[in-house]
């Protein structure tokens, strides 16, 4: 499977099987760094990286994304230092919904390329992708495979199967990452020590049974549809998410008074600024079209009260 | 469940499903440690406690058990110190098959309780459980809950249900521990960081179902006889184990060079130094008891070679 998606002989060897991807994440860290390794990643960011990387001892940096959530690649060449152990991307991203084209990632493979040579060190680059099969519009999420060596795929099937809660994912690595062997065994010993130990056993069965089923994309297609109108209605600024089921609007006033504007009307969205962004919010569209119907008038009551605020 | 077999009253809140026990332990060592804080731990000891109070920062002190595997007082007395944050026990232990009595936890608690106040500090007990309902003889597993407050127990369902890579289990803490509610919010916030997010939600539905069924300890005791009958009839000198599906004999010659021996005769044995005591090996007896039969003349040649090389 990972092989047809990736367009790439990937061997069973070369895939960990891991109790989902934030389980696959934590052993990647715990596999490459030493203390005070740095590891960058855009902003906004899921923020539960933060914990994952200092987990092991390591410095989360986040990096500033562009405005429409692509990927800043002079912020990236401003942050990496010879401390840099790996850049982390997420794509389709949490929160923001959007998803780095395969110019953005073969650019940002080149710079980690010039800057391993000009360091004399590997920079690693990891992709996280619970939700490489939740794209719209016919679009497509390259693989950072094509791109870069030294790299990492941390994957979920949660979202894709709607196994919400199984806990069963897995890393793969690039078949021609340098010191391959060596970062497999410290893979599967962090998977161990670390108390995951396995897979669990009877989740690794149903997977391997559906592993090949598609998600309803259509349907969270729809989904993101109507908020997007909504969200219009209301006058919010916002980039139409390409994939995942995050968007990420701005907010006409200050993110957590917006977000008591909304809770008083039933909604809940999570603050920008726990995302590294303040003045926007996360909405999650993986609820019912007619959910998404019954909030409106409440949102757009939620937008005029802030107007009122400005 | 919990609260019979330990009987105390445990509320839900009190109780952390977990990816099994090394899951469990994880998150408890991650709660509590400090860089630099030392956890002890009897040895002969079960290899991993190294990696998983390391994971966290922490520094492991292993601390001899007696001769009969019983837990030494004055060992643990001597190895406590103001660094000491916990003290770790596993009892019916692996790799022994030792089973603490209820006097050796009382005395354990007293000391731990007097440290405790000696030093202006709490000194926390991590009660490793995973063998518990695995006891032979009409033995019971003393709780430490009955002695001591500040105590965690980590339990997994794997081997009382023969769930084998199911991956489920929990941390259960004592009702009266000191500041239980900020130690149940960092095991929570543990969990979800690193990485474990939940038990395997089809897992717990499992067991939500049969957590009262009983595993067949007669079957255990019987091939537990038997593995003893053949080390008597080999000569080797072993404590016959309370519980669990390990025992922990002496062997004649170098546990490594004993090891190589069995090899050869098809017999799988782990050498004693990888669990801190040389000239020891761990046998599992949770093979059917054809096989243990089978096994018998293979393992006396090998006792007979070894008896040539004294």
Partial sequence: KVSKEHQI??????????????????????????????????????????????NHQGKPIPCPANEDFSLNLEAFERAITPKTKAVLINSPNNPTGQLYSEREISELANLLQEKSKAYGKVIYLVSDEPYRNL??????????????????????????????????????????????????????????????????????????????????????????????????????????????????????IDDLKFCELLKEELILAVPGRGFGLPNHIRLAFCVPEETLQRMKPNFLRACEKASKLI
Avoid at 28 to 38: M, Y
Avoid at 204 to 212: D, G, I, S, T, Y
């Fill in 135 to 252: 794209v719209f519009d016919g679009t497509e999420v390259p693989s950072i495979f094509h791109y870069y060596n030294n790299s990492f795929v941390a994957y979920s099937f949660s979202k894709e199967l709607s196994l919400a809660g199984e806990r069963i994912g897995f890393v793969a690595l690039h078949p021609e990452m340098e010191n391959k062997e060596k970062i497999i065994d410290a893979l599967i010993l962090a998977n161990r020590i670390l108390g995951f130990v396995n897979a669990p056993a009877l989740a690794q069965r149903l997977v391997a049974e559906c592993a090949f089923e598609k998600v309803a994309v259509e349907i969270y297609k729809r989904r993101r549809d109507i908020l997007c109108e909504i969200l219009k209605e209301g006058g919010l600024e916002f980039i139409k998410p390409k994939g995942s089921f995050f968007m990420f609007p701005k907010t006409p």
């Fill in 9 to 54: 002989n990937i061997s069973a060897n070369e895939i960990i099987m891991t109790c989902g991807a934030a389980g696959a994440l934590n052993i990647i860290f715990k596999a490459l760094l030493d203390p005070g390794d740095e590891v960058i990643f855009p902003s906004p960011y899921f923020v539960e990286y933060f914990f994952y990387v200092e």
